[in-house]
């Protein structure tokens, strides 16, 4: 059995991200979204009908690059911390930062 997602980072727009969360849940998908950073997160987590997919795991930092390793794994550690608080099992994890045009820098 597998289970959709939608990009709340996506779609409906005009809404908070808290309402898109919602609005998703509500159509009968799974909510995924990179990232959590400046987001309530409480307000996530209390509303128990908000299923969510996955988000974007770490916050800074690279695995690739040498001085960006330590940064990387710390990022990853405090976004598990918050996947617990939602119930998330699932976390995207890339090589480290995306440059301007979306490609990965390192």
Known sequence: MFHLSVCAD???LRHSFVERAKEISRAGFLVEFWDWEG???EAIAADPGIKISGFTGYLKGCMVHPDGVEEF???IQTSLAVAAKLHCKSLFV???ELDHRG????
């Open 10 to 12: 996506t779609v409906l």
């Open 39 to 41: 987001r309530d997160i």
């Open 73 to 75: 794994l710390s990022g």
């Open 94 to 96: 890339s090589s480290g």
């Open 103 to 106: 490609q990965v820098a390192h």
